[in-house]
């Protein structure tokens, strides 16, 4: 049985490097060090297949913009067979401080679009998240425009860190469970 490891995003040059690409540069990360290979696309979705920690896991990321996320999941998750508790969802979260982790079971989008997209697909909010904090804008009415900005080069360091953090976090997930790894990361 595979796990389904999700990275959130919106594809193209123009937001790779903003907070909302968060998941997908997590999900990059991950594959590196675990020597998956991101294989074409294929239904609005690029993913990679391979092994870590003796488990079988297909990493994949929507192409199909943060606010249509679910569709591919959902197809994903239908065509593949897998279990809801065998998905891992991986987002950035305004609700967090920049750099801080979490990793959560269950529970509602919290104005996030792409998970939004995904809980209305599948019918159900019961699905693993490792979230990724990029903090909030100062002015609340711009929330759009900041999750689609770069990050400024003195939050490079603090970033690079919680993407290795949050790689290692899947990792634990895979290892050792879901209780153990929030314990450790959380």
Same mark, same amino acid.
């Given at each position: 049985?595979?796990?389904?490891? %999700?990275?959130?995003?919106?594809? #193209?040059?123009?937001?790779?490097?903003?907070?909302?690409?968060?998941?997908?540069?997590?999900?990059?990360?991950?594959? !590196?060090? +675990?020597?998956?290979?991101? /294989?074409?696309?294929?239904? #609005?979705?690029?993913?990679?297949?391979?092994?870590?920690?003796?488990?079988?896991?297909?990493?994949?990321?929507? $192409?199909?913009?943060?606010?249509?996320?679910?569709?591919?999941?959902?197809?994903?998750? +239908?065509?593949?067979?897998?279990? $809801?508790?065998?998905?891992?969802?991986?987002?950035?979260?305004?609700?967090?401080?920049?750099?801080?982790? =979490?990793?959560?079971?269950?529970?509602?989008? *919290?104005?996030?679009? *792409?998970? =939004? &997209?995904?809980?209305?697909? $599948? *019918?159900?909010?019961?699905?693993?998240?490792? /979230?990724? #904090?990029?903090?909030?804008?100062?002015?609340?009415?711009?929330?759009?425009?900041? %999750?689609? &900005?770069?990050?400024?080069?003195? !939050?490079?360091?603090?970033? +690079?860190?919680?993407?290795?953090?949050? &790689?290692?976090?899947?990792?634990?997930?895979?290892?050792? #469970? %879901?209780?153990?790894?929030?314990?450790?990361?959380?």
């Amino acid at each position: 049985m595979y796990w389904l490891i %999700v990275g959130l995003g919106n594809p #193209g040059k123009r937001y790779e490097l903003t907070r909302h690409n968060v998941g997908f540069l997590v999900l990059d990360r991950f594959a !590196q060090k +675990e020597g998956i290979a991101f /294989k074409g696309e294929k239904e #609005g979705v690029r993913t990679g297949k391979g092994m870590v920690v003796e488990e079988r896991v297909i990493l994949a990321k929507p $192409l199909t913009y943060m606010n249509k996320s679910g569709v591919a999941v959902r197809n994903l998750i +239908e065509g593949l067979g897998i279990p $809801l508790d065998r998905l891992l969802v991986i987002h950035d979260d305004l609700d967090l401080p920049f750099g801080r982790i =979490k990793i959560k079971k269950k529970g509602g989008h *919290g104005g996030h679009k *792409g998970v =939004k &997209s995904i809980i209305e697909c $599948l *019918g159900r909010d019961n699905f693993l998240r490792l /979230k990724i #904090g990029i903090g909030k804008p100062e002015d609340r009415e711009k929330t759009e425009e900041y %999750v689609l &900005s770069p990050f400024s080069n003195h !939050q490079i360091p603090l970033l +690079e860190d919680s993407i290795e953090k949050a &790689s290692e976090a899947i990792r634990a997930i895979l290892l050792y #469970g %879901v209780d153990r790894a929030m314990n450790m990361y959380n």
